[in-house]
């Protein structure tokens, strides 16, 4: 049955696109028409026809959407990308790339601060933090610049600096012109979300955009967020000298596995300031100091001072400047972008991708959406989208990386499986590296025996789960993970010995 809510907003909807569609030809007569308005003036539905500019493809957004720009142009098709800022969207300009690029820093910094245990003595890490930041953000630059003339120098491709907003299921406005195809791609992805904090407007706090191009190396940081925007940030601050709180509603990284999830508490709580299960109440800033006014889990209410604090908590769909009112494209109620298995939103032409949409939240995800669209829309390539096994890696000290289901969700399923476990120290490579925390776990289906979960944390853990994401793409048995000849006494042997003890149990 249809509710009346539903009804009502239905035809609030059809008013809308009508009004829309009458208000752009009274707003079109009155520039042609000149100043005596629509009312005196005679223009047809041709004049109007011909100043919009067509297009076989439109896609907002220039990050994950850009795997429907290039390979489509040289298809001979004209495409049209729209985006409001820098070129190459979150994951080059204030994401992914200038993240890793200044956490490899804290890495160096974190081998050197560890380098004694090893029997060298080289004193405490120096770093030279503008020079560092400026590196960086020079990088991202130049490549976030070169993307401009290859696009350019396409004929097939126009590129439109602007923000876009849908004036109906076929129609886009961007910097007062109005584009229109029968296929239309919402890359716009995801920006920071800001919790509601007593005082936090009013004062001066970085989001991830600010933190990755911040100049000035704080001497204590708060940072709100446990997840792994938070983390990496904060450990990135934290390993270069910078006093560093986090404050946390519940636990750090609580998507992960439960046993990963402890062990990444205690190696980050020794070595930095977690305050968990705490509530924020307040924050003000006064003579360069925030006041941060919190109660801890028990209760009781505490402040903490700072020169800087960082607001980390996740990101929000970029859903709502874009004219989605005027079109059929419904959203969910964390206002992500509905789709179909075919990534279709519920207007008929209007597709979806990335972190607008929210499957997934990584630049490899929305990277395999966008293929998959472009095969679906230009290779006549049927069928749903099947998403491989998705991976992720949070690149802090430890490193953390996963792959497929975590035990917590077997258990809840009730799926029978085994699981294989085996410490980084006891390996041979574990002998050399001293590794005081890091563990390989391998979860397999007790009958089946085929993997269905694999959760590192410690030393290279992003790499090493790339042997365990290939595994899981084959489909993959404990046998499989058996039969194959390690590297002695490389790393990786850490997986094999947690795939013995995983064999040890079926015997
Ligand atoms: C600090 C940080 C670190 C991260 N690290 C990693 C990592 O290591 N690995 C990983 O996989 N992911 C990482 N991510 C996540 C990753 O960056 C995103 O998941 C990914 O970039 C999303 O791609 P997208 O194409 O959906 O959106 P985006 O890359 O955000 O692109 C959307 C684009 O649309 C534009 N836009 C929005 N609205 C409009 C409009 N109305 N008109 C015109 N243009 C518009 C935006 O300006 C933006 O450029 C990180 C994110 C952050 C914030």
């Known amino acids: 049955m249809v509710s009346l809510p539903h009804v009502k907003s239905h035809i609030a909807k059809k008013i809308r696109k009508l009004f829309n569609k009458y208000f752009r030809i009274a707003f079109l007569c009155t520039c042609i028409g000149g100043p005596t308005g629509y009312v005196s003036c005679e223009i047809n539905e041709t004049q109007i026809e011909e100043s919009v500019k067509n297009y076989d493809i439109i896609v907002i957004g220039s990050g994950g959407g850009t795997k429907l720009v290039r390979p489509v142009a040289k298809k001979g098709y004209k495409v049209a990308i729209i985006e409001k800022e820098k070129l190459g969207g979150t994951c080059l300009n204030r994401g992914c790339i200038p993240s890793k690029m200044l956490i490899h820093t804290a890495d160096v910094a974190m081998a050197i601060k560890e380098a004694s245990k090893f029997q060298l003595e080289v004193g405490s890490p120096e770093v030279r933090f503008e020079e560092l930041v400026t590196r960086v953000c020079k990088k991202i630059d130049e490549e976030s610049e070169s993307i401009r003339p290859v696009y350019e120098a396409d004929k097939n491709i ?23 195809s029968d296929k239309i791609v919402i890359a716009t992805g995801a920006d920071v979300a800001v919790p509601d904090l007593k005082g936090l407007s009013d004062v001066p706090y970085m989001t991830y955009r600010d933190a990755l191009r911040n100049t000035t190396k704080p001497k204590k940081l708060l940072v709100i967020g446990g997840g792994y925007i938070a983390t990496e940030l904060g450990y990135f ?21 439960s046993e990963i999830r402890e062990e990444f508490d205690k190696a980050f709580s020794s070595q930095f300031h977690v305050h968990k299960k705490i509530t924020l109440k307040e924050v003000s800033h006064k003579d360069g100091v925030f006041t941060l006014s919190y109660e801890d889990e028990n209760k009781t209410l505490r402040k903490i001072e700072a020169d800087a604090l960082l607001v980390a908590i996740g990101v929000t769909p970029n859903t709502k400047e874009l004219g989605l009112e005027n079109t059929d494209v419904v959203l969910d109620e964390k206002g992500n972008v509905k789709v179909d298995p075919k990534m279709q939103t519920d207007a008929r032409g209007i597709y979806a991708v990335g972190d607008c949409v929210g499957h997934f939240l990584f630049r490899h995800s929305v990277n395999f959406e966008g293929e998959y669209l472009e095969r679906l829309l230009f290779q006549n390539q049927e069928g749903p989208i099947k998403y491989r096994p998705m991976p992720h890696a949070v690149f802090t000290h430890p490193q953390v990386a996963g792959v497929g289901v ?97 064999e040890k149990q079926y015997s």
């Open 237 to 257: 601050f934290g390993a270069l000298g910078v006093e560093t709180h986090f404050f946390v509603r519940s636990q750090l990284l609580r998507r992960e596995d």
């Open 406 to 502: 975590t035990e917590d969700v077997l258990k809840k399923e009730n799926i029978p499986y085994v699981k294989g476990f085996c410490r980084y120290s006891d390996s041979a490579m574990g002998m050399a590296l001293l590794p005081e925390y890091g563990f390989v776990k391998l979860l397999f289906h007790k009958e089946t025996k085929k993997l269905l979960g694999a959760h590192i944390i410690g030393e290279e853990a992003s790499v090493m789960i790339h042997m365990l994401i290939a595994f899981m793409n084959m489909e993959a048995s404990l046998e499989d993970l058996l039969n194959m000849i390690y590297i002695h006494p490389a790393l990786p042997e850490v997986v094999r010995n947690a795939a013995r003890d995983a």
């Open 158 to 180: 126009t590129l439109y600096n602007g923000h876009a907003k849908f004036t109906s299921n076929t129609t886009v406005e961007v910097n007062g012109e109005v584009l229109s």
